[in-house]
Protein backbone atom coordinates (compact mmCIF):
# COMPACT_ATOMS: atom_id res chain seq x y z
CA UNK A 1 0.00 0.00 0.00
CA UNK A 2 2.83 2.05 0.88
CA UNK A 3 4.89 1.90 -2.68
CA UNK A 4 0.76 2.04 -3.77
CA UNK A 5 0.84 5.52 -2.58
CA UNK A 6 4.01 6.43 -3.44
CA UNK A 7 3.86 5.67 -6.81
CA UNK A 8 0.65 7.72 -7.52
CA UNK A 9 2.26 10.42 -5.95
CA UNK A 10 5.00 10.35 -7.98
CA UNK A 11 2.83 10.26 -11.14
CA UNK A 12 0.91 12.77 -10.32
CA UNK A 13 4.22 15.00 -9.49
CA UNK A 14 4.96 13.79 -12.87
CA UNK A 15 1.34 14.98 -14.62
CA UNK A 16 1.71 18.50 -12.67
CA UNK A 17 5.49 19.05 -14.04
CA UNK A 18 4.67 18.12 -17.45
CA UNK A 19 0.92 20.01 -17.82
CA UNK A 20 2.08 23.21 -15.18
CA UNK A 21 5.64 22.88 -14.56
CA UNK A 22 6.76 22.45 -18.30
CA UNK A 23 4.43 25.44 -19.87
CA UNK A 24 5.99 27.64 -17.31
CA UNK A 25 9.73 26.94 -17.90
CA UNK A 26 8.98 27.01 -21.60
CA UNK A 27 7.17 30.34 -21.20
CA UNK A 28 10.68 31.88 -18.89
CA UNK A 29 12.69 30.73 -21.57
CA UNK A 30 10.95 32.41 -24.57
CA UNK A 31 10.88 35.82 -21.46
CA UNK A 32 14.76 35.39 -20.98
CA UNK A 33 15.38 34.29 -24.92
CA UNK A 34 13.75 37.70 -26.03
CA UNK A 35 15.84 39.86 -24.21
CA UNK A 36 15.98 42.81 -26.68
CA UNK A 37 19.38 44.24 -28.35
CA UNK A 38 20.50 48.15 -27.09
CA UNK A 39 19.30 50.66 -30.05
CA UNK A 40 22.24 51.04 -32.40
CA UNK A 41 23.37 54.52 -32.65
CA UNK A 42 22.11 55.07 -36.32
CA UNK A 43 18.76 53.08 -36.55
CA UNK A 44 15.84 53.28 -39.45
CA UNK A 45 13.06 51.68 -37.51
CA UNK A 46 11.11 48.71 -39.43
CA UNK A 47 7.18 49.09 -38.96
CA UNK A 48 5.12 46.53 -40.41
CA UNK A 49 1.50 47.19 -40.50
CA UNK A 50 0.68 43.60 -42.84
CA UNK A 51 -0.17 42.17 -38.97
CA UNK A 52 -3.64 43.47 -37.73
CA UNK A 53 -3.64 45.75 -34.49
CA UNK A 54 -5.41 46.08 -31.66
CA UNK A 55 -6.36 49.51 -30.55
CA UNK A 56 -4.68 49.32 -26.90
CA UNK A 57 -1.69 46.80 -25.40
CA UNK A 58 -3.49 44.12 -23.17
CA UNK A 59 -2.62 43.92 -19.52
CA UNK A 60 -1.87 41.04 -19.90
CA UNK A 61 1.53 40.18 -20.30
CA UNK A 62 0.98 36.02 -21.75
CA UNK A 63 -0.88 38.41 -24.83
CA UNK A 64 1.92 38.07 -26.74
CA UNK A 65 0.45 34.01 -27.43
CA UNK A 66 -2.44 35.69 -29.66
CA UNK A 67 0.46 36.90 -32.20
CA UNK A 68 0.00 40.58 -31.60
CA UNK A 69 3.18 42.67 -30.65
CA UNK A 70 1.78 46.18 -31.59
CA UNK A 71 -1.33 47.80 -30.98
CA UNK A 72 -2.26 51.70 -32.21
CA UNK A 73 -1.32 53.20 -28.92
CA UNK A 74 1.70 51.75 -28.66
CA UNK A 75 2.86 52.47 -32.14
CA UNK A 76 1.84 56.25 -31.60
CA UNK A 77 3.48 55.88 -28.09
CA UNK A 78 6.56 54.32 -29.63
CA UNK A 79 6.78 57.25 -32.76
CA UNK A 80 6.55 60.09 -30.21
CA UNK A 81 9.26 58.86 -28.15
CA UNK A 82 11.31 57.96 -31.14
CA UNK A 83 11.36 61.06 -32.86
CA UNK A 84 13.54 63.17 -29.96
CA UNK A 85 15.46 59.92 -29.88
CA UNK A 86 18.84 60.97 -31.63
CA UNK A 87 19.83 57.54 -32.42
CA UNK A 88 16.67 57.02 -34.42
CA UNK A 89 16.98 58.57 -38.28
CA UNK A 90 14.69 57.71 -39.78
CA UNK A 91 11.26 55.13 -40.28
CA UNK A 92 10.06 52.31 -42.75
CA UNK A 93 6.84 51.79 -42.89
CA UNK A 94 5.42 47.92 -44.48
CA UNK A 95 2.14 48.65 -45.65
CA UNK A 96 -1.30 46.15 -45.44
CA UNK A 97 -2.67 44.84 -48.32
CA UNK A 98 -6.24 44.72 -47.03
CA UNK A 99 -6.38 47.94 -45.13
CA UNK A 100 -6.31 49.36 -41.85
CA UNK A 101 -9.77 50.73 -39.87
CA UNK A 102 -10.11 54.64 -41.12
CA UNK A 103 -9.64 55.34 -37.19
CA UNK A 104 -6.44 53.53 -36.97
CA UNK A 105 -5.31 55.35 -40.37
CA UNK A 106 -6.11 58.62 -38.82
CA UNK A 107 -4.26 58.37 -35.56
CA UNK A 108 -1.31 56.38 -37.28
CA UNK A 109 -0.91 59.66 -39.66
CA UNK A 110 -1.21 61.86 -36.69
CA UNK A 111 1.96 60.38 -35.09
CA UNK A 112 3.74 59.78 -38.90
CA UNK A 113 3.19 63.68 -39.23
CA UNK A 114 4.94 64.41 -36.07
CA UNK A 115 7.60 62.84 -36.75
CA UNK A 116 8.32 64.05 -40.31
CA UNK A 117 7.73 67.16 -38.82
CA UNK A 118 10.50 66.66 -36.01
CA UNK A 119 13.09 66.27 -39.19
CA UNK A 120 13.05 62.48 -39.77
CA UNK A 121 11.95 60.97 -43.30
CA UNK A 122 9.61 58.53 -43.55
CA UNK A 123 8.95 56.02 -46.40
CA UNK A 124 6.04 53.44 -46.67
CA UNK A 125 6.27 50.61 -49.38
CA UNK A 126 3.64 49.03 -50.71
CA UNK A 127 3.21 45.20 -52.08
CA UNK A 128 -0.17 46.35 -53.20
CA UNK A 129 -3.33 47.59 -52.18
CA UNK A 130 -6.54 45.61 -52.46
CA UNK A 131 -10.53 46.86 -53.09
CA UNK A 132 -10.99 43.58 -50.58
CA UNK A 133 -10.17 45.85 -47.82
CA UNK A 134 -10.83 49.73 -46.74
CA UNK A 135 -7.59 50.41 -48.93
CA UNK A 136 -8.34 54.09 -48.95
CA UNK A 137 -7.00 53.92 -45.11
CA UNK A 138 -3.87 52.77 -46.58
CA UNK A 139 -3.47 54.57 -49.27
CA UNK A 140 -4.07 58.06 -46.83
CA UNK A 141 -1.25 56.42 -44.55
CA UNK A 142 1.17 55.88 -47.63
CA UNK A 143 0.37 59.96 -48.61
CA UNK A 144 1.16 60.64 -45.19
CA UNK A 145 4.51 59.24 -45.53
CA UNK A 146 6.13 61.54 -48.13
CA UNK A 147 7.80 58.97 -50.02
CA UNK A 148 5.09 56.38 -51.59
CA UNK A 149 6.89 53.18 -52.71
CA UNK A 150 5.33 50.34 -54.83
CA UNK A 151 6.61 47.15 -55.95
CA UNK A 152 6.59 46.44 -59.63
CA UNK A 153 3.56 45.05 -60.82
CA UNK A 154 1.99 45.55 -57.44
CA UNK A 155 -1.71 46.77 -57.72
CA UNK A 156 -3.28 49.79 -56.60
CA UNK A 157 -7.41 49.35 -56.54
CA UNK A 158 -8.06 52.10 -53.62
CA UNK A 159 -10.90 53.23 -55.73
CA UNK A 160 -13.48 53.91 -52.95
CA UNK A 161 -15.39 52.22 -50.59
CA UNK A 162 -18.05 49.68 -50.12
CA UNK A 163 -19.59 47.02 -47.26
CA UNK A 164 -22.06 44.46 -47.75
CA UNK A 165 -24.38 42.65 -45.58
CA UNK A 166 -25.44 39.45 -45.55
CA UNK A 167 -29.32 39.04 -45.34
CA UNK A 168 -31.15 36.18 -44.34
CA UNK A 169 -34.84 36.83 -43.75
CA UNK A 170 -35.61 34.06 -46.80
CA UNK A 171 -33.45 31.87 -45.59
CA UNK A 172 -35.42 31.97 -42.52
CA UNK A 173 -38.71 31.92 -43.34
CA UNK A 174 -37.60 28.68 -45.54
CA UNK A 175 -36.60 26.84 -42.36
CA UNK A 176 -39.59 28.41 -40.19
CA UNK A 177 -36.87 30.66 -38.05
CA UNK A 178 -38.59 33.46 -36.30
CA UNK A 179 -36.35 36.38 -35.29
CA UNK A 180 -38.50 38.45 -33.15
CA UNK A 181 -36.66 41.70 -32.28
CA UNK A 182 -37.26 45.20 -31.26
CA UNK A 183 -35.69 48.06 -32.12
CA UNK A 184 -35.47 51.91 -30.76
CA UNK A 185 -35.12 53.23 -33.31
CA UNK A 186 -35.01 52.79 -37.35
CA UNK A 187 -30.68 52.93 -37.48
CA UNK A 188 -30.43 50.81 -34.88
CA UNK A 189 -29.57 48.28 -38.03
CA UNK A 190 -27.39 45.65 -36.37
CA UNK A 191 -30.54 42.78 -36.12
CA UNK A 192 -31.76 44.14 -39.62
CA UNK A 193 -29.99 41.12 -41.34
CA UNK A 194 -32.56 39.07 -39.83
CA UNK A 195 -35.75 40.52 -40.35
CA UNK A 196 -35.51 42.02 -44.14
CA UNK A 197 -33.84 40.59 -47.53
CA UNK A 198 -32.56 44.22 -48.20
CA UNK A 199 -31.51 47.41 -46.90
CA UNK A 200 -34.27 49.82 -45.74
CA UNK A 201 -34.47 53.34 -46.91
CA UNK A 202 -33.14 54.22 -42.99
CA UNK A 203 -30.19 51.28 -43.28
CA UNK A 204 -29.71 52.55 -46.69
CA UNK A 205 -28.71 55.75 -45.74
CA UNK A 206 -27.23 55.24 -42.27
CA UNK A 207 -24.45 52.84 -44.39
CA UNK A 208 -23.78 55.43 -47.13
CA UNK A 209 -23.89 58.48 -44.95
CA UNK A 210 -20.83 56.82 -42.68
CA UNK A 211 -18.91 55.79 -45.64
CA UNK A 212 -19.34 58.84 -47.75
CA UNK A 213 -17.83 61.18 -44.40
CA UNK A 214 -15.05 58.26 -44.07
CA UNK A 215 -14.39 58.80 -47.75
CA UNK A 216 -13.80 62.29 -48.35
CA UNK A 217 -12.35 62.37 -45.10
CA UNK A 218 -9.18 60.09 -46.59
CA UNK A 219 -9.42 61.60 -49.91
CA UNK A 220 -8.88 65.59 -47.94
CA UNK A 221 -5.77 64.22 -45.90
CA UNK A 222 -4.31 61.97 -48.95
CA UNK A 223 -4.72 64.87 -51.23
CA UNK A 224 -3.37 67.73 -48.70
CA UNK A 225 -0.36 65.48 -48.11
CA UNK A 226 -0.16 64.65 -51.97
CA UNK A 227 -0.20 68.71 -52.48
CA UNK A 228 -3.00 67.76 -54.91
CA UNK A 229 -6.58 69.44 -55.88
CA UNK A 230 -8.59 66.97 -53.93
CA UNK A 231 -11.27 66.72 -56.63
CA UNK A 232 -8.76 65.83 -59.34
CA UNK A 233 -7.08 63.31 -56.71
CA UNK A 234 -10.44 61.56 -56.02
CA UNK A 235 -10.93 61.55 -60.21
CA UNK A 236 -7.51 59.83 -60.55
CA UNK A 237 -8.15 57.30 -58.30
CA UNK A 238 -11.62 56.39 -58.80
CA UNK A 239 -10.01 55.87 -62.78
CA UNK A 240 -8.78 52.99 -61.26
CA UNK A 241 -7.00 50.29 -60.67
CA UNK A 242 -3.48 50.76 -61.91
CA UNK A 243 -0.63 48.43 -61.26
CA UNK A 244 2.00 50.72 -59.49
CA UNK A 245 4.10 51.55 -62.86
CA UNK A 246 0.58 53.50 -64.02
CA UNK A 247 -0.40 54.80 -60.79
CA UNK A 248 3.69 56.84 -60.89
CA UNK A 249 2.60 58.50 -63.97
CA UNK A 250 0.00 59.57 -62.65
CA UNK A 251 1.42 61.15 -59.49
CA UNK A 252 -0.31 58.55 -57.16
CA UNK A 253 3.02 57.21 -56.01
CA UNK A 254 6.54 58.38 -55.78
CA UNK A 255 8.65 55.73 -56.57
CA UNK A 256 8.66 51.93 -58.03
CA UNK A 257 11.00 49.09 -56.62
CA UNK A 258 11.44 45.82 -54.48
CA UNK A 259 11.55 46.78 -50.55
CA UNK A 260 15.22 45.97 -50.58
CA UNK A 261 15.46 49.12 -52.73
CA UNK A 262 13.09 51.25 -50.49
CA UNK A 263 15.32 50.34 -47.96
CA UNK A 264 18.24 51.63 -49.26
CA UNK A 265 16.60 54.36 -49.94
CA UNK A 266 15.33 55.56 -46.75
CA UNK A 267 19.28 54.49 -45.11
CA UNK A 268 20.35 57.10 -47.58
CA UNK A 269 17.92 59.73 -46.63
CA UNK A 270 18.23 59.71 -43.19
CA UNK A 271 22.09 58.31 -42.51
CA UNK A 272 21.08 55.30 -40.72
CA UNK A 273 23.07 52.36 -41.31
CA UNK A 274 20.95 49.65 -39.58
CA UNK A 275 17.14 48.79 -39.93
CA UNK A 276 15.92 48.00 -36.39
CA UNK A 277 12.36 45.85 -35.96
CA UNK A 278 9.67 48.24 -34.25
CA UNK A 279 8.55 46.43 -31.55
CA UNK A 280 12.39 45.14 -30.87
CA UNK A 281 13.28 49.32 -30.66
CA UNK A 282 10.02 49.72 -28.22
CA UNK A 283 10.99 46.81 -25.90
CA UNK A 284 14.36 48.27 -25.51
CA UNK A 285 13.94 51.49 -25.00
CA UNK A 286 11.49 51.76 -22.94
CA UNK A 287 9.98 55.16 -21.99
CA UNK A 288 12.04 57.35 -19.60
CA UNK A 289 10.98 57.96 -16.05
CA UNK A 290 9.54 61.91 -15.68
CA UNK A 291 10.52 63.20 -12.22
CA UNK A 292 7.21 65.03 -12.14
CA UNK A 293 4.90 65.16 -9.10
CA UNK A 294 1.55 65.15 -11.43
CA UNK A 295 0.50 62.54 -13.54
CA UNK A 296 -2.51 61.51 -16.19
CA UNK A 297 -4.45 58.36 -15.70
CA UNK A 298 -4.48 56.28 -18.48
CA UNK A 299 -7.72 53.96 -18.79
CA UNK A 300 -8.50 52.21 -21.52
CA UNK A 301 -11.75 50.70 -22.72
CA UNK A 302 -11.24 47.95 -25.93
CA UNK A 303 -14.17 45.57 -27.04
CA UNK A 304 -17.51 44.76 -25.81
CA UNK A 305 -18.85 46.41 -22.42
CA UNK A 306 -19.55 43.11 -19.80
CA UNK A 307 -20.21 43.04 -16.42
CA UNK A 308 -17.59 41.42 -14.15
CA UNK A 309 -14.01 41.33 -13.79
CA UNK A 310 -11.46 39.94 -16.74
CA UNK A 311 -9.23 38.25 -14.27
CA UNK A 312 -6.58 39.32 -16.43
CA UNK A 313 -7.86 37.62 -19.81
CA UNK A 314 -6.62 34.13 -19.17
CA UNK A 315 -4.02 32.66 -22.01
CA UNK A 316 -4.64 34.68 -25.09
CA UNK A 317 -5.28 38.02 -24.02
CA UNK A 318 -8.18 38.62 -25.30
CA UNK A 319 -9.29 41.79 -25.06
CA UNK A 320 -12.69 43.14 -23.77
CA UNK A 321 -14.29 45.95 -21.50
CA UNK A 322 -15.22 44.73 -17.99
CA UNK A 323 -17.46 46.78 -15.91
CA UNK A 324 -15.54 46.28 -12.60
CA UNK A 325 -12.05 46.13 -14.20
CA UNK A 326 -12.48 50.14 -15.40
CA UNK A 327 -14.80 51.18 -12.71
CA UNK A 328 -12.28 50.19 -9.99
CA UNK A 329 -9.52 52.12 -12.31
CA UNK A 330 -11.65 55.20 -11.87
CA UNK A 331 -11.63 55.13 -8.34
CA UNK A 332 -7.46 54.00 -7.96
CA UNK A 333 -7.02 56.94 -10.09
CA UNK A 334 -9.84 59.26 -7.37
CA UNK A 335 -7.31 57.79 -4.65
CA UNK A 336 -4.29 58.71 -6.67
CA UNK A 337 -3.59 62.29 -5.78
CA UNK A 338 -0.55 62.50 -8.36
CA UNK A 339 -3.14 61.91 -10.83
CA UNK A 340 -4.25 65.23 -11.93
CA UNK A 341 -6.82 63.91 -15.00
CA UNK A 342 -7.88 60.73 -17.27
CA UNK A 343 -7.30 59.90 -20.72
CA UNK A 344 -10.22 57.64 -21.08
CA UNK A 345 -9.49 55.77 -24.38
CA UNK A 346 -12.50 54.01 -26.03
CA UNK A 347 -12.76 51.46 -28.80
CA UNK A 348 -15.53 49.73 -28.40
CA UNK A 349 -19.18 48.75 -30.39
CA UNK A 350 -21.12 48.36 -27.10
CA UNK A 351 -22.51 46.03 -24.94
CA UNK A 352 -24.26 45.61 -21.53
CA UNK A 353 -26.68 48.82 -20.59
CA UNK A 354 -25.96 48.05 -16.53
CA UNK A 355 -21.94 47.09 -17.27
CA UNK A 356 -22.11 50.67 -19.56
CA UNK A 357 -23.95 52.33 -16.15
CA UNK A 358 -20.92 51.18 -14.00
CA UNK A 359 -18.56 52.65 -15.51
CA UNK A 360 -20.06 55.84 -16.48
CA UNK A 361 -20.78 56.20 -12.56
CA UNK A 362 -16.92 55.96 -12.17
CA UNK A 363 -16.74 58.68 -14.75
CA UNK A 364 -18.86 60.77 -12.61
CA UNK A 365 -17.33 60.21 -9.65
CA UNK A 366 -13.63 61.20 -11.26
CA UNK A 367 -15.22 64.62 -12.46
CA UNK A 368 -16.91 65.19 -9.07
CA UNK A 369 -13.61 64.74 -7.34
CA UNK A 370 -12.16 67.43 -9.17
CA UNK A 371 -10.31 65.36 -11.86
CA UNK A 372 -11.46 66.25 -15.56
CA UNK A 373 -11.96 62.95 -17.50
CA UNK A 374 -11.00 63.45 -21.42
CA UNK A 375 -12.50 60.53 -23.64
CA UNK A 376 -9.91 59.54 -26.93
CA UNK A 377 -11.99 57.64 -29.54
CA UNK A 378 -10.47 54.96 -31.03
CA UNK A 379 -11.70 52.69 -34.19
CA UNK A 380 -15.57 52.99 -32.68
CA UNK A 381 -17.36 53.91 -29.39
CA UNK A 382 -20.54 53.68 -30.54
CA UNK A 383 -23.83 52.22 -28.55
CA UNK A 384 -22.31 51.37 -25.03
CA UNK A 385 -19.02 52.59 -26.43
CA UNK A 386 -21.15 56.15 -26.37
CA UNK A 387 -22.65 56.14 -23.26
CA UNK A 388 -19.98 55.27 -21.47
CA UNK A 389 -18.42 58.14 -22.54
CA UNK A 390 -21.25 60.84 -22.82
CA UNK A 391 -20.84 62.21 -19.57
CA UNK A 392 -16.97 62.89 -20.29
CA UNK A 393 -16.11 66.56 -19.16
CA UNK A 394 -14.67 66.53 -23.09
CA UNK A 395 -14.55 64.23 -25.77
CA UNK A 396 -11.72 63.68 -28.73
CA UNK A 397 -12.41 61.69 -31.56
CA UNK A 398 -10.88 60.69 -35.07
CA UNK A 399 -12.92 62.39 -37.79
CA UNK A 400 -13.21 58.52 -39.08
CA UNK A 401 -14.32 57.18 -35.62
CA UNK A 402 -17.56 55.60 -36.13
CA UNK A 403 -19.45 56.86 -32.63
CA UNK A 404 -23.14 57.28 -32.05
CA UNK A 405 -25.98 54.62 -32.57
CA UNK A 406 -28.02 55.85 -29.67
CA UNK A 407 -30.54 53.16 -29.61
CA UNK A 408 -30.76 49.24 -28.39
CA UNK A 409 -32.05 46.78 -29.85
CA UNK A 410 -33.27 42.91 -28.30
CA UNK A 411 -35.24 39.92 -29.04
CA UNK A 412 -34.58 36.46 -29.47
CA UNK A 413 -34.61 33.77 -32.15
CA UNK A 414 -38.06 31.08 -32.18
CA UNK A 415 -36.42 28.06 -32.94
CA UNK A 416 -38.87 25.47 -32.09
CA UNK A 417 -40.57 25.12 -35.98
CA UNK A 418 -37.40 25.18 -37.64
CA UNK A 419 -35.63 21.93 -35.31
CA UNK A 420 -39.51 20.16 -35.87
CA UNK A 421 -38.04 19.72 -39.76
CA UNK A 422 -35.78 17.66 -38.07
CA UNK A 423 -37.80 15.62 -35.80
CA UNK A 424 -36.24 17.75 -32.93
CA UNK A 425 -39.20 19.07 -30.51
CA UNK A 426 -38.49 21.63 -27.68
CA UNK A 427 -40.49 22.49 -25.06
CA UNK A 428 -40.38 24.23 -22.31
CA UNK A 429 -41.93 24.55 -18.72
CA UNK A 430 -42.18 27.37 -16.06
CA UNK A 431 -43.44 28.78 -12.72
CA UNK A 432 -44.27 32.10 -11.64
CA UNK A 433 -44.86 34.84 -13.65
CA UNK A 434 -45.24 34.97 -17.95
CA UNK A 435 -42.48 36.60 -18.34
CA UNK A 436 -40.21 33.61 -16.86
CA UNK A 437 -40.35 32.15 -20.04
CA UNK A 438 -39.70 35.40 -22.30
CA UNK A 439 -36.45 34.14 -23.65
CA UNK A 440 -37.13 30.36 -23.89
CA UNK A 441 -35.76 29.35 -27.85
CA UNK A 442 -39.23 27.60 -28.84
CA UNK A 443 -41.51 30.17 -29.50
CA UNK A 444 -41.63 33.82 -30.46
CA UNK A 445 -42.92 36.40 -27.46
CA UNK A 446 -46.43 36.50 -26.44
CA UNK A 447 -48.32 39.58 -26.93
CA UNK A 448 -47.83 40.28 -22.99
CA UNK A 449 -44.56 39.29 -23.11
CA UNK A 450 -43.51 41.38 -26.38
CA UNK A 451 -45.23 44.61 -24.40
CA UNK A 452 -42.63 44.05 -21.62
CA UNK A 453 -39.94 43.55 -23.97
CA UNK A 454 -41.29 46.80 -25.60
CA UNK A 455 -41.24 48.69 -22.07
CA UNK A 456 -38.25 47.79 -21.28
CA UNK A 457 -36.36 48.86 -24.49
CA UNK A 458 -38.19 52.15 -23.89
CA UNK A 459 -36.59 52.52 -20.57
CA UNK A 460 -32.99 51.85 -21.38
CA UNK A 461 -33.49 54.24 -24.60
CA UNK A 462 -35.23 57.13 -22.52
CA UNK A 463 -32.12 56.39 -20.28
CA UNK A 464 -29.43 56.79 -22.78
CA UNK A 465 -30.88 60.00 -24.29
CA UNK A 466 -31.39 61.43 -20.97
CA UNK A 467 -27.59 60.58 -20.07
CA UNK A 468 -26.10 62.16 -23.93
CA UNK A 469 -28.58 65.42 -23.06
CA UNK A 470 -26.86 65.68 -19.61
CA UNK A 471 -23.43 65.23 -20.28
CA UNK A 472 -23.59 67.08 -23.84
CA UNK A 473 -25.86 69.80 -22.83
CA UNK A 474 -28.14 68.92 -25.67
CA UNK A 475 -32.07 69.19 -24.91
CA UNK A 476 -33.40 65.48 -24.94
CA UNK A 477 -35.17 66.51 -27.88
CA UNK A 478 -32.79 67.37 -29.82
CA UNK A 479 -31.18 64.30 -28.70
CA UNK A 480 -33.76 61.92 -29.83
CA UNK A 481 -33.72 63.76 -33.44
CA UNK A 482 -30.12 62.84 -33.88
CA UNK A 483 -29.88 59.61 -32.05
CA UNK A 484 -32.47 56.88 -32.90
CA UNK A 485 -29.54 54.06 -33.46
CA UNK A 486 -27.49 55.86 -36.14
CA UNK A 487 -24.05 55.86 -36.55
CA UNK A 488 -22.02 58.81 -37.03
CA UNK A 489 -18.66 59.45 -38.18
CA UNK A 490 -16.38 61.90 -35.76
CA UNK A 491 -16.51 64.64 -38.21
CA UNK A 492 -20.21 64.13 -38.12
CA UNK A 493 -20.39 63.97 -34.55
CA UNK A 494 -18.40 66.76 -34.00
CA UNK A 495 -20.97 69.15 -36.00
CA UNK A 496 -23.82 67.61 -34.15
CA UNK A 497 -22.47 68.16 -30.73
CA UNK A 498 -21.91 64.50 -29.81
CA UNK A 499 -18.08 64.83 -29.55
CA UNK A 500 -15.62 68.52 -28.83
CA UNK A 501 -13.14 68.15 -30.91
CA UNK A 502 -11.75 66.37 -33.79
CA UNK A 503 -7.32 64.79 -32.95
CA UNK A 504 -5.68 61.84 -31.55
CA UNK A 505 -4.61 60.20 -28.40
CA UNK A 506 -1.77 63.07 -27.63
CA UNK A 507 -4.68 65.85 -27.99
CA UNK A 508 -6.70 64.03 -25.71
CA UNK A 509 -3.36 64.53 -23.45
CA UNK A 510 -3.18 68.36 -24.20
CA UNK A 511 -6.43 68.99 -23.44
CA UNK A 512 -6.63 66.71 -20.50
CA UNK A 513 -3.71 69.36 -19.26
CA UNK A 514 -5.22 72.09 -19.93
CA UNK A 515 -8.07 71.06 -18.23
CA UNK A 516 -6.10 70.21 -15.67
CA UNK A 517 -4.61 73.83 -14.94
CA UNK A 518 -1.00 72.64 -16.03
CA UNK A 519 0.95 74.10 -18.38
CA UNK A 520 1.21 72.86 -21.90
CA UNK A 521 5.00 72.31 -21.63
CA UNK A 522 4.93 71.02 -18.23
CA UNK A 523 5.73 67.21 -18.85
CA UNK A 524 3.50 64.83 -16.89
CA UNK A 525 3.93 61.34 -16.25
CA UNK A 526 0.94 58.75 -17.90
CA UNK A 527 -0.15 56.63 -15.62
CA UNK A 528 -2.07 53.52 -17.19
CA UNK A 529 -4.45 52.44 -15.25
CA UNK A 530 -5.24 49.35 -13.98
CA UNK A 531 -1.62 48.65 -14.10
CA UNK A 532 -0.44 45.56 -16.03
CA UNK A 533 -0.37 42.43 -14.23
CA UNK A 534 3.15 40.67 -13.53
CA UNK A 535 4.19 37.44 -15.45
CA UNK A 536 3.26 35.18 -12.16
CA UNK A 537 -0.24 36.81 -11.45
CA UNK A 538 -1.18 36.01 -15.06
CA UNK A 539 0.07 32.37 -14.85
CA UNK A 540 -1.70 32.18 -11.72
CA UNK A 541 -4.76 33.10 -13.66
CA UNK A 542 -4.68 31.70 -16.62
CA UNK A 543 -3.52 28.22 -15.62
CA UNK A 544 -6.16 28.55 -12.61
CA UNK A 545 -3.76 27.11 -9.55
CA UNK A 546 -3.05 28.34 -6.41
CA UNK A 547 0.11 30.63 -5.68
CA UNK A 548 1.15 27.91 -3.22
CA UNK A 549 0.69 25.12 -6.54
CA UNK A 550 3.17 28.04 -8.26
CA UNK A 551 5.42 28.33 -5.96
CA UNK A 552 5.92 23.97 -5.38
CA UNK A 553 5.82 23.89 -9.36
CA UNK A 554 8.58 26.74 -9.75
CA UNK A 555 10.62 25.04 -6.82
CA UNK A 556 10.43 21.66 -8.60
CA UNK A 557 12.33 22.90 -11.57
CA UNK A 558 14.57 24.77 -9.96
CA UNK A 559 15.52 20.92 -7.82
CA UNK A 560 15.63 19.38 -11.12
CA UNK A 561 18.16 21.73 -12.45
CA UNK A 562 16.74 24.02 -14.78
CA UNK A 563 18.83 27.41 -14.35
CA UNK A 564 15.79 29.53 -15.69
CA UNK A 565 13.78 28.56 -13.26
CA UNK A 566 16.00 30.91 -10.84
CA UNK A 567 14.23 33.85 -11.83
CA UNK A 568 11.25 32.63 -10.85
CA UNK A 569 12.19 31.58 -7.43
CA UNK A 570 13.82 34.90 -6.98
CA UNK A 571 10.52 36.38 -7.43
CA UNK A 572 8.47 34.26 -5.66
CA UNK A 573 10.94 34.67 -2.52
CA UNK A 574 9.64 37.85 -2.65
CA UNK A 575 5.54 37.47 -2.68
CA UNK A 576 3.22 37.56 0.11
CA UNK A 577 -0.49 36.89 -0.08
CA UNK A 578 -2.82 39.42 -0.52
CA UNK A 579 -5.82 39.70 2.10
CA UNK A 580 -8.51 37.89 -0.91
CA UNK A 581 -5.78 34.93 -1.64
CA UNK A 582 -3.85 37.22 -4.44
CA UNK A 583 -0.52 37.39 -4.77
CA UNK A 584 1.10 40.52 -3.99
CA UNK A 585 4.45 40.74 -5.05
CA UNK A 586 7.31 42.87 -3.28
CA UNK A 587 9.79 44.69 -5.30
CA UNK A 588 12.80 42.53 -5.89
CA UNK A 589 16.57 43.90 -5.26
CA UNK A 590 18.21 45.34 -8.92
CA UNK A 591 21.44 42.95 -9.25
Do not use: C
Not at 192 to 218: I, K
Not at 299 to 320: D, F, H, P, R, Y
Not at 363 to 391: C, D, L, N
Not at 475 to 498: C, D, H, K, N, Y
Request: overall charge neutral; aromatic content about 8%.
Amino acid sequence: MKQFLLTMAGVFAGLVLFFVGLPIVLLISLASSAKPAATPANAVLNLDLRESLADQDSLNPLAFLNGRSLSVLSVVETLHRAETDDRVKGLLIRLPEAGVSPAEADELRLAIRSFRAHGKPVLAHSQGLYAQGISTASYMLGAASGDFWMQPGAALQSVGIASSDTFLKRFFDKWQIHADYQQRYEYKNAVNPYLYSDYTPAHREAELGWMTSVYQSELGEAAADRKQDVAKLRATLEAGPYVAEDALARRLIDHVGQVEDAKAAIRQQSGGTELVDFASYRAAAPAALVASPNSIAVIGAEGEIVTGTSKNGGLNGQSGVYSDDVAQAFHDAIDDKAVKAIVFRVSSPGGSDTASEQILAGVRAAKAAGKPVVVSMGTYAASGGYWISSEATEIVAEPTTLTGSIGVFGGKFALADALGHFGVDQRSLGVGGDFASAFASGQEFTPSQSAQVSAWMDRIYAGFVQRVATGRKLSPERVREIARGRVWTGEQARQLGLVDGLGGFYDAVREAKRLAGLPADQRVTLKTLPAKKSMFEAFSHALGVSSASLKAVAASAWLLGDPRAQGLMDQLAHARMGPDGSTVLAPTPIR
